[in-house]
Antibody, heavy 112, light 109 residues
Framework: EVQLVESGGGLVQPGRSLRLSCAASGFTFDDYAMHWVRQAPGKGLEWVSGISWNSGSIGYADSVKGRFTISRDNAKNSLYLQMNSLRAEDTALYYC?????WGQGTLVTVSS | DIQMTQSPSSLSASVGDRVTITCQASQDISNYLNWYQQKPGKAPKLLIYDASNLETGVPSRFSGSGSGTDFTFTISSLQPEDIATYYCQQYDNLPRGYTFGQGTKLEIK
């Protein structure tokens, strides 16, 4: 069974940094591209970033380009999102996703 | 960038009704479209992949159709447990990623 477990969320001040992690199990991690998707409170879904199986292709939403960095460690079956220069509008539940399989999310709140 | 226009944004229907949601892409996306169901406090659940394929374990009252720019999601006979928000999702090769529709909130009359 595919399992994706996000961690690392929390309350952070504007301008600070946070690193999210996603622990994957139940599938061959290095066979798949992985993505981060977020959902602001009461709002819709927004793709944040994706990374190919070998980290050779990476994409970002315009809203986070230059501030967020996605990475993965295939030896550890883990996906990461380094979030710098955080803004209030980055407040959201952040999901880790492999195709149609999603984790339960980790909440990031950016507030002073 | 590809834009996805989903309608309606909300919908009220009775148990047993046929419900239809549409999604229009700003350019040809072939069949690279999924449909998700999201219940309050839960992660989105994949229902339909590649525009018309039913995910394993999903009831057959759910279906999808379309290709190119116009797509339709249908619930043939609405059940109380179908109350949720539904999203279409276009997917593309990296670095382009995903684009979601705005969502349709479905309520029971």
């Amino acid at each position: 069974e595919v399992q994706l477990v996000e961690s690392g969320g929390g309350l952070v001040q504007p301008g600070r940094s946070l690193r999210l992690s996603c622990a994957a199990s139940g599938f061959t991690f290095d066979d798949y591209a992985m993505h981060w998707v977020r959902q602001a409170p009461g709002k819709g879904l927004e793709w944040v970033s994706g990374i190919s199986w070998n980290s050779g292709s990476i994409g970002y939403a315009d809203s986070v380009k230059g501030r967020f960095t996605i990475s993965r460690d295939n030896a550890k079956n883990s996906l990461y999102l380094q979030m710098n220069s955080l803004r209030a509008e980055d407040t959201a539940l952040y999901y880790c996703a492999k195709g149609g399989n999603w984790g339960q999310g980790t909440l990031v709140t950016v507030s002073s | 960038d590809i834009q996805m226009t989903q309608s309606p944004s909300s919908l009220s229907a009775s148990v047993g009704d046929r419900v239809t949601i549409t999604c229009q892409a700003s350019q040809d996306i072939s069949n690279y479209l999924n449909w998700y169901q999201q219940k309050p406090g839960k992660a989105p659940k994949l229902l339909i992949y590649d525009a018309s394929n039913l995910e394993t374990g999903v009831p057959s009252r759910f279906s999808g159709s379309g290709s190119g720019t116009d797509f339709t999601f249908t619930i043939s006979s609405l059940q109380p447990e179908d109350i949720a928000t539904y999203y279409c999702q276009q997917y593309d090769n990296l670095p382009r990623g995903y684009t979601f529709g705005q969502g349709t909130k479905l309520e029971i009359k």
